[in-house]
């Protein structure tokens, strides 16, 4: 199994940017798909969830500003951040649940940088 973060980088604040995590290895439709961020010193935190169905949710901190998409097709989650603050500021990792068998799988991280 193999999940894979990338777009991450440097964006001045009320920028954007387009987070992918493209996985392999599972059967992508029957997992819950989520992304969390971690900032330094700081715990791992949930930014966003898209369930199997399509439903969603998200951090406080981020709704009205992020928004969670699945591409089961191409077994690829995305996350796009809108009016991005340094305070996002962040590892971001994608995570894929299977809420049946529990099994959780992570990404390795994708570092995102907003300068204020």
């Known amino acids: 199994v193999q999940l894979q973060a990338s777009g991450g980088g440097l964006v001045q604040a009320g920028g954007s940017l387009r987070l992918s995590c493209a996985a392999s290895?599972?059967?992508?439709?029957?997992?819950?798909l989520d992304w969390y961020r971690q900032a330094p010193g700081k715990e791992r935190e949930l930014v966003a969830t898209?369930?199997?169905?399509?439903?969603?949710n998200y951090g406080d901190s981020v709704k009205g500003r992020f928004t969670i998409s699945r591409d089961n097709a191409e077994n690829t989650v995305y996350l796009l951040m809108n009016s991005l603050k340094p305070e996002d500021t962040a590892v971001y990792y994608c995570?894929?649940?299977?809420?049946?068998?529990?099994?959780?799988?992570w990404g390795r991280g994708t570092q995102v940088t907003v300068s204020s």
């Open positions: 898209m369930a199997t169905g399509g439903s969603t």
């Open positions: 290895g599972i059967l992508f439709s029957l997992y819950t």
């Open positions: 995570s894929a649940l299977n809420r049946m068998s529990g099994n959780r799988y």
